[in-house]
Every structure is written in C-alpha cells, then in structure tokens.
C-alpha cells in the first residue's frame, strides 16, 4: 500500500492548521493517503439549519478542503493548490453524529488535478451518502501557501 511520506504529510497537516474555516468548524483530517484525504466532523448545533441537519455551505466546504488537499498530496512539497471549480450535489439530509468527507483524484496533470467529493453522516456506523460531487484544482508551482 502506498503511504503519504513524512514531508507531504507535514506539509498537508501544517496548511490544514492555517485553515481559519477549518478550526472554527471543528474539522479533523482523519486519512491521509496518496491521492486521498477525509475529513471528520463532529455534529454541533452550530454547523446546522433551521431543520437540525448539517448545513449544505458545512457539507461544501469540508468536501471541498478534502479534495483539495487529496490533490495537494500528488504534487510538491513546495507546490500549494487553489480550488478552480467545484460542484455538489446534496443527495439527502445530512442528519448524524459526524460527517465524513472524502476527498479522491482521478487525474492529476502537471498543473490541474481533478477530484471526485463524496460526504457521508454517520450515526454509529450506519452510513448514509449525503453528498457527491466533482472539483478542479490548479497547482500553484513552487508557491507554498504560508
């Protein structure tokens, strides 16, 4: 199996802790593996809407940080990456104890990577796919984000 090394996953912890976003929201990266990266989140009444489920904008934006830094993990250490476009798709509510966003690639070029977004609410283990989408990134050469 292959394993993220040392330096990439130094360098993809230490941009995950700049996240402002990130923080205020709770999330942890959970995997860190080549060209794949999860998210967790804990349930929180402050990450909901008006009907007690995961907010869409919550949902977005760890699937978003998780493919991002999926991509990030196939580049340099001294690269960062920008999201140039995504979507999702909210496939139901996203009601549970925790999120789990997953972020893949499916190809990563020289400069634009592409990955796939699924989120997941567990409750116990019991899973349910809430959300699915795709997103493009381009890797800024030599430009690390600090």
Not at 11 to 21: A, E, K, M, P, Y
Not at 50 to 76: C, E, K
């Amino acid at each position: 199996m292959n394993t993220v090394g040392p330096r990439m996953r130094a360098h993809i912890t230490d941009s995950f802790g700049r996240q402002g976003l990130m923080a205020h929201l709770g999330a942890r990266l959970t995997t860190i593996e080549p060209g794949h990266v999860e998210i967790t989140l804990e349930h929180a009444p402050t990450l909901t809407q008006q009907h007690g489920y995961f907010h869409a904008g919550v949902t977005g934006a760890i699937a978003d940080t998780a493919g991002g830094y999926a991509a990030l993990s196939t580049f340099d250490t001294a690269d960062s990456i920008l999201t140039v476009d995504y979507s999702i798709n909210l496939l139901a509510p996203a009601l549970g104890e925790r999120l789990v966003a997953r972020g893949r690639v499916v190809r990563s070029g020289r400069t634009i990577a592409v990955c796939s977004l699924d989120v997941h609410a567990l409750v116990g283990e019991r899973s349910t796919h809430v959300a699915t989408g795709r997103q493009t990134l381009i890797r800024l050469a030599n430009r690390p984000d600090r």
